[in-house]
């Protein structure tokens, strides 16, 4: 079965950081895409970063390239795949609750489907919220 559960969310204000972190397991990490989608009250959900289990390369869209980032390790007991998000200069508009995907497939993480294709991911975790203040 699969598993995605975020921690990391809080409130902070605008220019501060935050990491957020998924533990993925019961899937074979290589076979799949997983990244992570935000949903901002009253807005379409909007993949934001995403990273490719067969070969580590990255995507990241328009509005967060440059200050988020996506990477990948092994938990300490080999049981999980960790993959975080460092989120750097937030702004208000990043408000949003944050959610783990995966699909599988590890072609779905391009700039052509992860942006927009939110409703195709396979697997989610249940979010957690970052607040940002002004």
């Known amino acids: 079965e699969v598993q995605l559960v975020e921690s990391g969310g809080g409130l902070v204000q605008a220019g501060g950081s935050l990491r957020l972190s998924c533990a993925a397991s019961?899937?074979?990490?290589?076979?799949?895409?997983i990244g992570w989608f935000r949903q901002a009250p009253g807005k379409d959900p909007e993949g934001i970063a995403c990273i490719k289990g067969s070969d580590g390369s990255t995507y990241h869209t328009d509005s967060v390239k440059g200050r988020f980032t996506i990477a990948s390790a092994i938990s300490d007991d080999n049981t999980k795949t960790l993959v975080s998000l460092q989120m750097n200069s937030l702004k208000p508009e990043d408000t949003a609750v944050y959610h783990c995907a995966a699909v599988w497939g590890p072609y779905y993480c391009s700039e052509k489907i992860w942006p927009s294709r939110v409703s195709w991911f396979d697997h989610r975790g249940q979010g957690t919220q970052v607040a940002v203040s002004s």
């Open positions: 019961g899937f074979k990490f290589d076979d799949y895409a």
